[in-house]
Protein backbone atom coordinates (compact mmCIF):
# COMPACT_ATOMS: atom_id res chain seq x y z
CA UNK A 1 0.00 0.00 0.00
CA UNK A 2 0.91 3.97 -0.57
CA UNK A 3 -0.02 6.93 0.35
CA UNK A 4 -1.29 9.56 -2.59
CA UNK A 5 -1.31 12.74 -3.04
CA UNK A 6 -4.94 14.32 -2.60
CA UNK A 7 -5.94 16.51 -5.31
CA UNK A 8 -7.25 20.27 -4.01
CA UNK A 9 -9.94 21.98 -5.61
CA UNK A 10 -9.31 24.00 -8.50
CA UNK A 11 -7.62 20.54 -10.57
CA UNK A 12 -9.69 20.20 -13.78
CA UNK A 13 -9.82 16.63 -12.79
CA UNK A 14 -11.97 17.14 -9.80
CA UNK A 15 -14.67 18.19 -12.48
CA UNK A 16 -14.37 15.03 -14.82
CA UNK A 17 -16.27 12.54 -15.20
CA UNK A 18 -14.90 9.49 -14.14
CA UNK A 19 -14.62 6.27 -16.12
CA UNK A 20 -16.88 2.96 -15.69
CA UNK A 21 -14.27 0.28 -14.15
CA UNK A 22 -14.14 -2.21 -16.96
CA UNK A 23 -12.44 -5.03 -15.23
CA UNK A 24 -11.07 -5.86 -11.74
CA UNK A 25 -7.92 -6.68 -11.89
CA UNK A 26 -4.41 -6.01 -9.64
CA UNK A 27 -3.99 -2.08 -10.43
CA UNK A 28 -7.49 -1.35 -8.99
CA UNK A 29 -6.96 -3.62 -6.28
CA UNK A 30 -3.80 -1.56 -5.46
CA UNK A 31 -5.53 1.42 -5.80
CA UNK A 32 -8.83 0.51 -3.34
CA UNK A 33 -5.74 -0.39 -1.03
CA UNK A 34 -4.04 3.07 -1.50
CA UNK A 35 -7.14 4.99 -1.35
CA UNK A 36 -8.30 3.29 1.77
CA UNK A 37 -4.72 3.81 3.28
CA UNK A 38 -4.73 7.53 1.81
CA UNK A 39 -8.32 8.26 3.47
CA UNK A 40 -7.13 6.44 7.08
CA UNK A 41 -3.65 9.04 7.20
CA UNK A 42 -5.55 12.05 6.23
CA UNK A 43 -8.51 10.99 9.05
CA UNK A 44 -11.03 11.52 6.41
CA UNK A 45 -14.50 9.10 6.42
CA UNK A 46 -14.84 8.79 2.12
CA UNK A 47 -12.33 8.80 -0.84
CA UNK A 48 -13.19 8.85 -4.62
CA UNK A 49 -10.29 8.15 -6.94
CA UNK A 50 -10.77 11.02 -8.86
CA UNK A 51 -9.21 13.22 -5.61
CA UNK A 52 -5.96 10.59 -5.70
CA UNK A 53 -5.52 11.55 -9.98
CA UNK A 54 -7.64 8.73 -11.27
CA UNK A 55 -10.85 9.39 -13.26
CA UNK A 56 -12.63 5.48 -12.42
CA UNK A 57 -15.57 5.00 -10.50
CA UNK A 58 -14.02 3.89 -7.71
CA UNK A 59 -15.25 5.19 -3.77
CA UNK A 60 -14.11 4.06 -0.49
CA UNK A 61 -15.80 5.38 2.79
CA UNK A 62 -15.74 4.67 6.90
CA UNK A 63 -17.80 6.16 8.60
CA UNK A 64 -16.57 3.60 11.60
CA UNK A 65 -17.71 0.53 10.79
CA UNK A 66 -14.96 -0.66 8.58
CA UNK A 67 -14.13 0.08 5.50
CA UNK A 68 -16.69 0.14 1.97
CA UNK A 69 -15.37 0.16 -1.03
CA UNK A 70 -17.20 0.90 -4.11
CA UNK A 71 -16.86 -0.05 -8.00
CA UNK A 72 -19.08 1.36 -10.30
CA UNK A 73 -21.38 2.34 -7.83
CA UNK A 74 -24.80 4.26 -8.62
CA UNK A 75 -27.77 5.73 -6.17
CA UNK A 76 -30.68 3.15 -7.07
CA UNK A 77 -33.02 4.58 -4.47
CA UNK A 78 -33.41 7.33 -1.76
CA UNK A 79 -35.71 8.44 0.06
CA UNK A 80 -35.97 11.58 2.80
CA UNK A 81 -33.61 14.19 3.45
CA UNK A 82 -31.15 15.53 5.67
CA UNK A 83 -29.41 19.04 5.94
CA UNK A 84 -26.46 18.66 7.52
CA UNK A 85 -22.19 19.84 7.47
CA UNK A 86 -19.71 18.45 5.21
CA UNK A 87 -16.33 18.87 4.51
CA UNK A 88 -14.18 17.29 1.87
CA UNK A 89 -10.46 16.24 1.94
CA UNK A 90 -9.85 17.89 -1.60
CA UNK A 91 -11.23 21.33 0.14
CA UNK A 92 -9.67 21.78 3.19
CA UNK A 93 -10.48 24.43 5.61
CA UNK A 94 -14.28 25.05 4.23
CA UNK A 95 -17.36 23.12 5.53
CA UNK A 96 -21.16 24.16 4.95
CA UNK A 97 -24.47 22.61 5.33
CA UNK A 98 -25.47 20.51 2.71
CA UNK A 99 -28.80 18.96 1.99
CA UNK A 100 -29.24 15.07 0.65
CA UNK A 101 -31.11 11.97 1.17
CA UNK A 102 -31.77 10.51 4.40
CA UNK A 103 -31.80 7.53 2.94
CA UNK A 104 -29.92 5.48 0.31
CA UNK A 105 -29.40 2.09 -1.63
CA UNK A 106 -26.29 1.68 -3.74
CA UNK A 107 -25.66 -0.99 -5.78
CA UNK A 108 -21.84 -1.64 -6.61
CA UNK A 109 -19.43 -4.02 -7.09
CA UNK A 110 -16.79 -4.98 -4.42
CA UNK A 111 -12.93 -6.08 -5.22
CA UNK A 112 -14.29 -9.83 -5.90
CA UNK A 113 -16.42 -8.59 -8.51
CA UNK A 114 -19.56 -9.00 -6.84
CA UNK A 115 -22.67 -6.84 -7.01
CA UNK A 116 -23.45 -5.67 -3.71
CA UNK A 117 -26.83 -3.42 -2.74
CA UNK A 118 -26.09 -1.37 0.61
CA UNK A 119 -28.97 0.32 2.27
CA UNK A 120 -28.01 3.34 4.32
CA UNK A 121 -29.31 6.07 6.29
CA UNK A 122 -27.96 9.42 7.90
CA UNK A 123 -24.17 9.86 8.11
CA UNK A 124 -23.57 6.67 5.67
CA UNK A 125 -26.21 8.05 2.95
CA UNK A 126 -24.72 11.23 2.74
CA UNK A 127 -21.08 9.93 2.42
CA UNK A 128 -22.26 7.76 -0.32
CA UNK A 129 -23.96 10.57 -2.05
CA UNK A 130 -20.91 13.21 -1.35
CA UNK A 131 -18.42 10.50 -2.87
CA UNK A 132 -20.33 9.06 -5.34
CA UNK A 133 -20.78 12.94 -6.63
CA UNK A 134 -17.39 13.15 -6.91
CA UNK A 135 -16.98 10.50 -9.50
CA UNK A 136 -19.41 13.11 -11.31
CA UNK A 137 -17.00 15.95 -11.16
CA UNK A 138 -19.33 17.23 -8.25
CA UNK A 139 -18.19 18.45 -4.89
CA UNK A 140 -20.19 19.39 -2.15
CA UNK A 141 -19.30 22.90 -2.44
CA UNK A 142 -21.44 23.02 -5.46
CA UNK A 143 -24.61 22.38 -3.35
CA UNK A 144 -23.76 24.41 0.29
CA UNK A 145 -27.39 26.28 1.49
CA UNK A 146 -26.62 29.74 0.84
Known sequence: MALREIVQIGDPILRKKAKKVE???DRLIQLLDDMAETMYHA???GLAAPQVGVLKRVAVIDIGDGIIELINPEIIETSGEQLGDEGCLSVIGECGAVNRPYYVTVRAFNRQGQYVEIKAEEFLARAFCHE???LDGVLFVDKVQK
Do not use: A, E, F
Open 23 to 25: KID
Open 43 to 45: DGV
Open 132 to 134: IDH
